[in-house]
C-alpha cells in the first residue's frame, strides 16, 4: 500500500540521515530513485524549487513526493514519516540523556559517520557534474560531449567561486539559482 | 504564564522561522537566539549553543531537531509538538500548492531551458556544500581513507549501474568510528589529541 511505504521510507531517511540539508540529499536521491518515484533529473530540479521555497528540504521533498504518489494524504504521511524518527529521538534525549549527545561514544560515532556523509556528497556533485558534461553517463556508450553544458558549468562556476573568492561570502542560492534559469534561456533557447 | 499560551507562542515563532528561512536548519539558529534566547528569555545562550551539538549528532533535519527540543524544553511534550507542528506546516502547505501544478509548469520549453540552467546551478551548490563539511572534517588517517573510499565506490556504483543503500555505508561508518573509539584509551583530562 503506497501509503504505508511513503511512510516507511521518509522514516528510514528521517532516521538514518545525519547532518540535515545537502548531507541528506544522496541518501533521498538513492532512496526515491530505485523507487521510480522522481527520476535522478527530477530530484535535480526540486532541490532548486526546494531551495527557492522555504522550509528544510527533507520536509519539502517529503511533501513533494507525498503528493505526487498519494495526493493530500501522501503528503501528510510521507512528511509525518521524515519528522517522527527526529521528534522521538530528540525528546528521548532532551527528558533522558542530555548528557548523551556529549558521550564520547555518540561523538565517535559521529566521527565515523562524518567523512561518510561529506563523500556521498562530493560523489553525489561529481556524478551531477559528468553528466551535465557527457549526456549519456554513467551509461558508457553511446554518448555525446556536451559542449553548452561544460560553458554553463564553467561560467557558473567561476561566478559562485569568484564571488566566494573576492567578496568573502557565499552568492546567495536563489541568486545563482535565477542567474543559472536566465543563461540556460540563453543558451537552449525558447 | 497559561500553558495554552506557551504553546500557542511556541507554535506561532516556529511557524514563522518555516516560513521564512530559506536554506534550512543552520540558518535558524540565529534567529532561535534572537526569539527564544533575547525577546522571550525562555533559554539561555549556552543552551541555545546546545541545539546545535545536539541536533547533529541526532539524525534528522536540523530544523525538526531544534524545534523539537527547544519546544521540549520550554514546554514539555506538547510544547515539543506544537513547535515542531508549526516548523512543518508552512513547508506542507507551499510545497503541497507547488506539486499540483508543478508537472504542467515542466512542460513549457522555456521552463525546460531554464531547468537546464540550472541543473549546473545545484551541481555547484552540492559541491559548495561538500566543499564546506570538508573544510570543518577533522582530518585523521580514518576520514581520509573513507572519504576516499566512499567517493570512489559511489561513483564506481553509478558507472556499473549497481544499487546498494547508502544507509549501509552509514551505519558501516558509524560501526568503525565506535570501534575506533574503544580502542582510544580513556581520555585524560591534561590530553587535548
Do not use: C
Request: proline residues 3%; positive net charge; hydrophobic residues 55%.
Amino acid at each position: 500500500m503506497i501509503f504505508w511505504q511513503l511512510f516507511y521510507v521518509f522514516f528510514t531517511i528521517g532516521l538514518f540521515t545525519f547532518g540535515g540539508g545537502y548531507a541528506m540529499i544522496p541518501l533521498i536521491k538513492s532512496e526515491v530513485v530505485s523507487r521510480g518515484w522522481l527520476t535522478e533529473e527530477g530530484v535535480i530540479q526540486f532541490i532548486a524549487v526546494s531551495e527557492s521555497t522555504p522550509g528544510p528540504f527533507a520536509i519539502n521533498i517529503a511533501t513533494f513526493i507525498g503528493t505526487e504518489q498519494g495526493g493530500f494524504l501522501g503528503a501528510v504521511v510521507a512528511t509525518l514519516g521524515v519528522v517522527l524518527p527526529s521528534f522521538i529521538v530528540i525528546l528521548l534525549v532532551a527528558a533522558l540523556f542530555s548528557a548523551m549527545a556529549k558521550n564520547r561514544y555518540v561523538q565517535g560515532a559521529m566521527n565515523g559517520i562524518r567523512p561518510v556523509v561529506v563523500g556521498l556528497i562530493g560523489a553525489t556533485g561529481a556524478l551531477l557534474v559528468l553528466a551535465l558534461v557527457w549526456t549519456s553517463f554513467p551509461s558508457t556508450q553511446s554518448g555525446t560531449f556536451n559542449r553548452s553544458g561544460l560553458v554553463l558549468l564553467i561560467d557558473l562556476a567561476t561566478l559562485f567561486f569568484g564571488y566566494k573568492l573576492i567578496r568573502k561570502k557565499s552568492l546567495h542560492p536563489i541568486a545563482l539559482i535565477v542567474i543559472s534559469a536566465a543563461l540556460g534561456i540563453l543558451v537552449y533557447g525558447l | 504564564m497559561k500553558k495554552s499560551k506557551t504553546y500557542l507562542t511556541l507554535f506561532w515563532t516556529f511557524f514563522k522561522l518555516g516560513l521564512f528561512t530559506f536554506g534550512g536548519g543552520y540558518a535558524m539558529i540565529p534567529l532561535i537566539q534572537a526569539e527564544i534566547g533575547e525577546r522571550k528569555k525562555w533559554m539561555r545562550t549556552e543552551e541555545i549553543l546546545d541545539i546545535v551539538i545536539i541536533a547533529e549528532s541526532t539524525p534528522g533535519p536540523i530544523a525538526v531537531n531544534a524545534a523539537t527540543y527547544v519546544g521540549y524544553k520550554v514546554g514539555g511534550f506538547f510544547g515539543a509538538l506544537f513547535a515542531t507542528l508549526g516548523l512543518v506546516l508552512p513547508s506542507l502547505g507551499i510545497i503541497f500548492g507547488i506539486s499540483l501544478f508543478f508537472d504542467e509548469f515542466l512542460q513549457f520549453s522555456i521552463v525546460q531551458s531554464a531547468f537546464k540552467g540550472i541543473e549546473v546551478a545545484v551541481a555547484i551548490l552540492i559541491l559548495n556544500a561538500g566543499l564546506k563539511l570538508l573544510k570543518i572534517l577533522k582530518k585523521d588517517l580514518y576520514s581520509i581513507i573513507t572519504l576516499v573510499l566512499i567517493f570512489v565506490l559511489m561513483i564506481a556504483m553509478d558507472v556499473f549501474a549497481f544499487d546498494f543503500s547508502s544507509i549501509y555505508l552509514i551505519l558501516i561508518g558509524a560501526g568503525f568510528g565506535l570501534f575506533l573509539e574503544a580502542l582510544r584509551k580513556q581520555p585524560k583530562k591534561e590530553e587535548k589529541q
